[in-house]
């Protein structure tokens, strides 16, 4: 079981929706490292998304940034709109913990924050839903973009906390 319960961790991923939102892109958050989590269970049909897997590697986030704040967003609503402003999150679902403790609507964006600034950013991919590429089709994938020098803390954090919840990382 803890082979299928995996998580490759993609450091320089290209992310599905292109640049990032402004705010990232003026705070440097220019490195991207993927967490790339299986959803392939051999005695489950379905699609199955580990959510205290993802959790482990989004904690990993907060810890390796330093971060005292993580806000999750939820998906944007359609319209126009929406589109020409290119909104990638939409309403707030709270902080990571109280998104953590509930149950888990589907979200789009989280941005973490350090006595007020911008320090990682990530957004949802959910190539279990459409297919994808085919490194990528059957998971559930996170982007997180962050400060070149923070790269290398976030990947061992990831690896160490997805170790802690059972799972196997590799990558």
């Known amino acids: 079981m803890k082979r299928e319960r995996s998580v490759t961790?993609?450091?320089?991923?290209?992310?599905?929706?292109?640049?990032?939102?402004?705010?990232?892109?003026?705070?440097?958050?220019?490195t991207t490292v993927a967490a790339v989590l299986s959803t392939h269970r051999s005695q489950n049909p379905d699609s199955v998304r580990?959510?205290?897997?993802?959790?482990?590697?989004?904690?990993?986030?907060?810890?390796?940034?330093?971060?005292?704040?993580?806000?999750?967003?939820?998906?944007?609503?359609?319209?126009?709109?929406?589109r020409l402003l290119r909104r990638r999150g939409g309403p707030s679902l709270g902080a990571l913990d109280a998104y953590a403790a509930g149950p888990a609507p589907d979200w789009a964006f989280i941005r973490w924050r350090r006595a007020g600034v911008l320090v990682a950013a990530a957004q949802c991919e959910p190539w279990d839903l459409v297919g994808g590429p085919d490194r990528y089709h059957d998971s559930y994938t996170t982007c997180v973009f962050v400060a070149p020098s923070l790269s290398a803390a976030v990947v061992d954090r990831m690896r160490r906390r997805v170790e802690e919840e059972g799972g196997q990382a590799s990558g």
């Open 9 to 30: 961790i993609v450091r320089g991923y290209e992310p599905a929706f292109g640049q990032p939102p402004a705010d990232v892109r003026d705070a440097g958050l220019t």
């Open 50 to 82: 580990d959510h205290p897997l993802w959790l482990a590697c989004m904690r990993s986030v907060t810890e390796a940034s330093g971060a005292d704040e993580a806000e999750v967003y939820g998906a944007a609503r359609r319209g126009l709109l929406s």
